[in-house]
């Protein structure tokens, strides 16, 4: 094993499949992770260690490890010094922000956080939703929920619970009446780690690799070939910000063009592509886009 090594820190639960399916877009092989908590990776200078992302900030602050993914919330819950590398926008469903909400049962009669007065909260995020309260001066009493939150909405007043999506709280006959915080997540540093050449360095390309592997997960490469006579059309239907690729064929009446595009843009323009003159339109899934 290398003599330099990085302490990387990968969330156990929620978080873990996600984060290495995007290792292994990036380009990395990380095998045992269904075992142990110290997984393989195809990187002597990278050590890994999983550990839960609720606990992961303070972990990097104190040094135990280099570096480590976790959410913007547990970063605020634990009051964490760390130097932020990069928000990954990512996460267990969707590429969407989680979010924390206060949520009563649908046939409570609280419309507003104010009617909570002197009522009971559950929650895992006790610190920031304690924040939350006394900033509206709303005195309630936070109390700290190890799981299973929705069940006890119905047992106290209100719950603060994380949601991608809102289906569990839709399943559980609940209400959003308010967000408190949206996170996302983020790659984090020690600020002593940082300030090392190799141990940044290294950091660095990891946050370059993932999120190219996030970018490429909502852009396709598109190629085509267009007759000279109709390619000032189809560059019209390219997005303006977009420098295509052109290249000239054996065919010396056609040229190729190859453009990259996000998905949304592709359902949209190829259709009109094809009415501007161009022909064998291909689409192709990509691996990584570095800006």
């Known amino acids: 094993m290398s003599a330099k090594i990085l302490k990387l820190g990968i969330p156990k639960g929620s978080l873990q ?32 260690i999983m550990l839960r992302a609720q606990e992961m900030s303070r972990y990097v602050e104190d040094g135990v490890l280099d570096a480590g993914f976790t959410g913007y919330d547990w970063i605020l819950e634990n009051k964490s010094s760390v130097h932020e590398v990069c928000e990954l926008l990512y996460s267990k469903a969707t590429s969407k922000p989680a979010r924390w909400v206060l949520a009563v049962p649908n046939e409570s009669k609280i419309k507003k956080p104010e009617d909570l007065e002197g009522g009971i909260i559950a929650t895992e995020l006790v610190n920031v939703t304690k924040k939350y309260f006394k900033d509206k001066k709303v005195n309630v009493k936070v109390e700290f929920s190890w799981g299973a939150t929705e069940v006890k909405a119905r047992l106290v007043n209100a719950i603060v619970e994380l949601t991608e999506t809102g289906s569990s709280l839709k399943a559980n006959n609940l209400r959003i009446i308010d967000t408190l915080l949206s996170s996302t997540t983020r790659f984090i540093a020690n600020k002593n780690a940082w300030k090392n050449k190799f141990k940044r360095e290294k950091i660095e390309n990891i946050s370059i690799l993932l999120n190219a592997a996030i ?12 007759g000279k006579k109709s390619i000032d059309k189809v560059l ?17 009446d056609f040229v190729a ?14 259709p009109q592509l094809k009415r501007a003159g161009a022909s064998g339109i291909i689409t192709y899934p990509l691996n990584k886009v570095i800006h």
């Open 215 to 226: 970018d490429a997960k909502s852009t396709v490469g598109l190629k085509m070939n267009v």
């Open 257 to 270: 063009v190859e453009v990259v595009v996000d998905t949304e843009t592709e359902r949209k323009i190829v």
């Open 17 to 48: 499949n996600a984060t290495f399916d995007l290792f292994e877009k990036a380009g990395f092989n990380i095998t045992g992770y269904e075992r142990s908590y110290f997984p393989r990776i195809d990187d002597d200078q990278i050590q890994i």
């Open 236 to 252: 019209k239907v390219l997005p303006a910000e977009k420098s295509p690729t052109i290249s000239s064929l054996a065919d010396s």
